[in-house]
């Protein structure tokens, strides 16, 4: 399941600069995250780094995107070209 920021995001710039697949951008209000490209930080840490560092805990899973851990994996895989 991809993350989503809630509009409760008071734009510390805090949350883009530690997502490893680029995921996080400023949007016309508060950032957002890609889906696309949001694995939960898996295959790169243990937590979802953005989640850990978000000082309004407004950051949950998205639930219009589940997807299971074997998922996330693949899509990590994917976004870092270690795809077979």
Do not use: F, R, W
């Not at 600069?17 to 680029?22: A, L, M, R, T």
């Not at 490209?37 to 780094?49: F, I, R």
């Amino acid at each position: 399941m991809a993350l989503i920021i809630t509009d409760e995001c008071i734009n510390c710039d805090v949350c883009e600069p530690e997502c490893p697949n680029g995921a996080i951008y400023q949007g016309d209000e508060i950032y957002e995250i890609d889906p696309d490209l949001c694995t939960e930080c898996v295959g790169h840490y243990e937590t979802s780094q953005c989640v850990e560092v978000c000082p309004v805990d407004c950051i949950p899973k998205d639930p219009e995107h589940e997807e299971s851990y074997e998922v996330l994996y693949e899509k990590y895989l994917k976004i870092t070209g270690e795809a077979d």
